[in-house]
Structure formats: C-alpha cells, structure tokens
C-alpha cells in the first residue's frame, strides 16, 4: 500500500506501458485553484520531461490544470474537481512514485483521490494502482462572535 500523499506507477511486464492517470478532489463545493486556495498540486518523476510535453498538449492544460517542469520533476496544479491527464508510457519495469500535496483552508477536510491504470500495447490491464492525500479537519475554523464573551479573539465566554 502506498503511504500517505503517494501514488506508485509500475511496469509490472518487461516492455513499456500506457499509464493513464485520473485525479479526484473533495469537496467540489470548494474546488481546487490556479493560483490561489486550495492548492493541490502532483509531481511525478519525469526526467526526460516526455510526460510533461503530453500533458501539455492537452486542450484543459491551462483551463483545469497547469504545469511545470523543473529538475526532472513535472508537477500537475489542479484547478478542476477531477482531472484525467493524457495517456504516457512508463518504461518497462520501472518503478516510480508520484506525491501529492493537498493545502486549503483550515478546519476544511480536503482529499485528493490518485488512480493510474497501466495497459500493455494489446490494451489489457496490467496494473492499477491507487493513492489518496487528504488535509483533515484538525483545525476548526470558529464562526464570527464564538471567539468569546469579551469581542477579542481568544478570549474565554
């Protein structure tokens, strides 16, 4: 099972695969921004930056998604509630690991659910894979006047 914040791709067959990833953000009535809050963002190990140059030439880059590529690493900044980013190749037998981040208001569950779906050149599944990143409700965000009797944040009612 992947850790927290993780999603594994793997070449489980001795020739490259298509990887096809989808990206689902909760809750959608707070959907992720561009450039501002929520920030949720997934950097995936892309050397050669193949990946990137994919994923750019799809028509929501920009719209839903943005990208950037830095030190072979490509990062995918979600501004829509669900993301399908366009078919790649992982290299046979390889193994590498995607990480997310999921930063929003506090006191606000936000989750990001990763899949990825790898196909042989025949079309058939060869391995699935899953991955989940969430802020929890830890912090709760206090409505306006609950802060106390005296007006001043902190204080005691």
């Given at each position: 099972?992947?850790?927290?914040?993780?999603?594994?791709?793997?070449?489980?067959?001795?020739?490259?695969?298509?990887?096809?990833?989808?990206?689902?953000?909760?809750?959608?009535?707070?959907?992720?921004?561009?450039?501002?809050?929520?920030?949720?963002?997934?950097?995936?190990?892309?050397?050669?930056?193949?990946?990137?140059?994919?994923?750019?030439?799809?028509?929501?880059?920009?719209?839903?998604?943005?990208?950037?590529?830095?030190?072979?690493?490509?990062?995918?900044?979600?501004?829509?509630?669900?993301?399908?980013?366009?078919?790649?190749t992982l290299p046979a037998c390889a193994r590498l690991t995607a990480t997310a981040s999921v930063n929003g208001p506090w006191g606000t569950r936000l989750q990001l659910a990763m899949h990825a779906t790898?196909?042989?050149?025949?079309?058939?599944?060869?391995?699935?894979?899953?991955?989940?990143?969430?802020?929890?409700?830890?912090?709760?965000?206090?409505?306006?006047?609950?802060?106390?009797?005296?007006?001043?944040?902190?204080?005691?009612?």
């Open positions: 099972m992947p850790c927290g914040c993780e999603l594994w791709l793997r070449s489980p067959i001795a020739s490259p695969v298509q990887t096809n990833i989808l990206l689902e953000y909760q809750p959608t009535t707070d959907p992720p921004s561009l450039d501002a809050s929520p920030d949720v963002e997934v950097k995936f190990p892309d050397p050669d930056a193949s990946w990137y140059r994919a994923w750019a030439n799809q028509t929501e880059a920009g719209t839903s998604f943005t990208l950037s590529h830095e030190q072979g690493v490509t990062s995918v900044r979600l501004g829509a509630d669900q993301v399908s980013l366009a078919p790649v790898m196909t042989d050149s025949s079309g058939h599944v060869v391995m699935t894979s899953m991955g989940t990143c969430e802020q929890p409700a830890l912090h709760p965000t206090f409505a306006v006047g609950d802060a106390g009797a005296s007006g001043e944040a902190g204080a005691p009612k």
